[in-house]
């Protein structure tokens, strides 16, 4: 059929079909900034346009609807005045991160300012009301519509300069604009699904149904017989290799227990063939028509489970050690039908008790300081597994070019794709080409060869263009969580609550394969238990083998977790001593100068070592925080207000609901590292350019959290020279040096650092070669504003030298380079303080205020640094209330859509949500800067149980708090909960 | 899954395309999707004809797996509230956010509309389509029915919602909605409370309720209950065990509904599932139905928002 419609004021006709929807057509034509976030279920709001005047998604609308209609939508050469305000003002406001929802919330400002000129912050809330975004925590987007509803006004509105940090710097701790802010705003081409050509083929995956059963056969017959169907690969025709999808370092701490397609699958969804076709329709047509023969096993679902004496086990291959033996009274031999299991070397695992990895280690003597104790408590906690959820699903354009396989990513680690794609597919290093594209958001989940192996082998053996995109479905049930731990800590203290002695043990459930099995849970106990100082600390963790989803790395790895138990066992401690909770915190926290022994056991994966700490800002953190939260006066607990706000539409009726809701507030102190010293290793390179400009070529990973910017700026600063002079490409493996990766915060502390060492490089070389134009001794010349190269006896322009080099003058092109490495461990810690109301009449938890007072060093880009923060607090906070994956008693994924994993909206943003930025320099960072985001969720499950428990006078051990759980924590309902995994 | 798209010139047209005539004017030029195949819609035959209101349910993937003939309402069928008399008509076409906006929406409707706190599908989602969907979750259907609503079809026929909903869930048996008629009742109170996880969210739980009181004694108790049972429905038995009591206050309201010790009475019974368990949704269910009847207000045709009720 023929659609008349107008699109941003421009007559179109298009032929489309009529079940087409809107969504699917506008990208046809190239409307690619119109996204999909949820396959159109209508809850993510990314494919939004504004249809005579109204927002709406328009994966929800068929095209035919569209008939004579007006469509405003997102293209880089829009005009519409009011949608540019909407979107400059973002930009402004430094709420672009990943940018993957930015055009649709540029649509949905430009609504609300149509409607309303100066909205209320209410107003704002419900304009964005269905607007998903997982990166910015949407706190920074109330001030980009107020600042556009200014500039409505008055165009030329500047919005107010936020706190500025090192006067000495023109960039470096001011805010500057993020430089992919503006193309991603205007929905420019810049993700992987934005490069997709027409002749490209379609991979879907058939998943299993079954949580645990061995591949009999497989009969891909007639689905390859069926029409557009290119190749159709499985279990008996895949390379028959294993390896781990976990992007770490090589030789990674992660066991390769997988293959291509396994011979047992191990969790529901896990591969059992995919499909190479012409088209998705086709592609999923073909899946149907596979017939799979299983051999079902019982399955592992939790746990204890996978404990238990006889337990079915979910790996039953050979066991090889690369390096290193087995551990002592461990079991290698396989029952020849499963896959093997390949450890690089020995990380306490013993796969047929299914036990993925262990560790343990300790200082002092435990039992003695538990016998110098007057109170002893030993608590378990638990934390679910969660997703991360980027709104853009996993995604991976391979093809073949020149002889070499070419895979456009949205990876936080280039290199590491790099490397397992070409061990799986079998070809050399320098075969394979991987360019990380705009990344609509991470969090870990990217950390990990989740999508790449399949698309890169189809490319390379078909010779054809492959795009393979995860469903939303696939991303919850099929991508990476953070694995779910049950945390048991048991502390001994002296009346004056002084610590003797803390013992902690972690149990997690890796699923069926073992990505990051050990450092997840590792971090549970590296960043919790060095935050306080205790002579006697002892831990272990044993990673377990399930068959419930696969786990893997998430913003924080398993801190959160870990500081959940430790944080909130420190309380209850205290409440049992009859101390005030930040009392306790104060008695036992680090503080300048503590020498950190525990750390002589936490190596995270070389020789452990005490540190001395340098400064450390907790205690003006925790003084801020205190005074906010009116923490010595009589704010804490206590009922608050009358009745229910449930009750919609009711008068004023005093039902008997007095006294239902409880105020109460809880502070956590938090920690996390910059990167891991002693392994991670970052280069970056920059060239000048004949006109004086920069090209920053940098191996970090941008996955919208600025790196790019942190990168630039560092240029700019030492080459004295604007944004708008460097232009930054990175995470190319062809073009820019080995980085690896975005993962553990290394971002601004490792890349960045690589980009001021080669800023440096680059300074020295221009001086060198300015001193032999101007005739004079390098240390009397000095780089100033703008590119100005000043001497003693006379003045040249960054672009005269650099025309000069290019042309082969002197010392030739001017290229500095930058590679760092450290021993060194920079910590980043923050106070976080809560403020819940609490129903204890129906469970209910309202996060009403959570101040977070963070040291992140210098703060390269201080607006920048806060939306991370902002964002990483939003997301621990859906996982402290409301996030859960959860299973049914054979290991089906009962919530794999945001219908039912339920991510905070901008309305779940409490309503006084503040970050400070309390910096403690660095003495290696770069400017003194430390790592920022991951700190940022390991504050709000702690922080919110203490003041729920200040509350109500519970304590909820379990999170996300439902309601559920509070009632059955509150006594109010009875029973245990029911089977299985839910709540 | 929409194989073919409708676009009836009038409600004739619109009927008899519902009522499977295919030699209806323009249903033959219907645009229709080409098949996976490209060789035509494969699966016509066994496609269902049904109205296209907002498409927030018939164009979203819950439908994925439905093959859909959509018989466009929009230009058909009213988007538009007006007063009759007592009355208050709303538009089929109407949707949640004009309902919100409208100033002769009844305060406890619109209130019902807020609880669709997603702006993008207020803008789209009908009450027509609400009705429609017949959802257990459905945000409308509580307090409608606790009204006692009419509809009026586009085939002329007035019917109670009640009754409606009873028919054949096939658009040959309950036609297409044209009108809601709500009549303002003298001396009825009602009430609306409903739980969700978070804002933006379905209504998981959520009860209506209407009833007079004589001499604080309650009459005629109508109690409507959403995701409790695969539908928004009257409980009678429970309405009944209400009748003639005083007004309880919370805790006997909550024990009448699942009994002192949260054993739960029969009146209703939940299942487990990711949004809750069983005995959790009863409890919160009590809870609800508290609110709903302690928080009643006088029935009210529709007037300006008041403080409470906007
Ligand atoms: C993200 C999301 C959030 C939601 N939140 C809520 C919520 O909070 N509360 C809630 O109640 N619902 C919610 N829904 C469900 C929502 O789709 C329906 O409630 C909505 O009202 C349906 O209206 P529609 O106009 O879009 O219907 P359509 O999708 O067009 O149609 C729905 C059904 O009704 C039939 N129909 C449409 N109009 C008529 C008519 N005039 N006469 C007879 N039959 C008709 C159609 O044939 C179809 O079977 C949500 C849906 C989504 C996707
Ligand atoms: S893709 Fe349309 S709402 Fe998510
Ligand atoms: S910036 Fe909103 S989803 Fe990434």
Redesign the pocket.
Known sequence: MILSFSLNGRPRRWECEPGANLRDLLRSKGLISVRNGCDG???CGLCAVIMDGKLV?SC?ILAAEAEGRSVIAVEPDAEDPLLIIAQRSLIDAHCVQCGYCTPAVSLALRDLLARSPEPSDEEVRDALS?TLCRCTGYQQFLDAAHLASKRLRDPGYALEAGPAFKPEFRHIGKDREKVDARGLARGEAAFVEDRVTPDSLHLKVLGSPHAHAFVKSVDASAALAMSGVVKVIHTFNCPDKVYTTAGQGFPEPSPHDQRMFSRKVRFVGDRVAAVLAESPAEARAALAAIKVEYEILEPVLSIAQAKAPGAPLVHSGEVVYVAGEAPAGTSTRGDGRDDSITYQFPIGADPHRNLAASAHGGIGDVEAGFARADVVIERTYRGNRVQCTPMEPHVVYAKVDGGRLVLHASTQVSWHVRRIVSRVVGIPENKVRVIKERVGGGFGAKQDIVVEDIAGWLAWTTGKPVFFRYTREEEFFASRTRHAMDITVKMGARRDGTLTAIDMHVDADTGPYGQHCLTVPMNAVSKSLPLLICPNARFTVDSWYTNLSVAGAYQGYGAPKGSFAIQACLAELAVELGIDQLEMIEKNRVRSGTRIEILKSLGEGREGAAVDLGECGLGEMIERGKKAFNWDGTGRGGPLTQGSPTAQGGAKVVAAGEGDWKRGKGAVIVQQGSGLPGLDAANAEIRLLADGTLLLLSGGADLGTGLDTVTAKTAAEIMGLDLEDVTVISGDTDLTPFDKGAYASSGTYFSGNAALKAAEDLRTKVLAAAAEMLGEDPSTIRIGHRGRVIGSKGELKLGDIAHRTVEGEGFGELVGFGSFKTLHAAFPYGAHFAEVLVNTRTGEVKLERFHVYQDCGTPINPALAKGQIFGGVMKAVGHSLYEELLFDEKGRCLNPT??DYKIPSINEVPRDFVVELVPVEDEIGPFGAKSVSEISLNGAAPAIAIAIHDATGVWVREYPFTPERLLRALGRLPGAGIKGKLP | MTVAFHKPRDAAEALALLSGVDEAPGADDADRAKGADGKGAGGIKSARR???????????S??RNLA?E??A?DGL?PKSVERQGSATIIG??T??QELIDSPMVPPILAAAAR????R??RN????????????S?????PVLLALDVDLL??DGRRVRLEDWLELP?E?KG?????KISMGGREGWLSGYARW?RVS????VLGAAAAYRLERNTVRDLRLVLGGVAAHARRFPALEAAFEGLPLPDRSAIEALVVGHDGSGASYFSTIDDARGSAAFKSFRMAVLIADAILFAKPDEAGSLPTEEGA
């Open positions: 279920e209508g809850s998604n929800m269905g945001f219908l | 049904l109205p296209l209101a907002g498409g927030t349910q018939l164009n979203s819950e439908s859909v959509a018989v309402l069928v089929a076409m949707t949640f609880g669709m706190v997603d993008n599908i789209r989602a009908t009450v027509g389509g609400n009705l429609g969907a017949d959802k979750c459905s945000s409308l259907i079809l586009l869930s658009p309950r036609g297409i909605i044209s969700s933006a969210d379905l209504s």
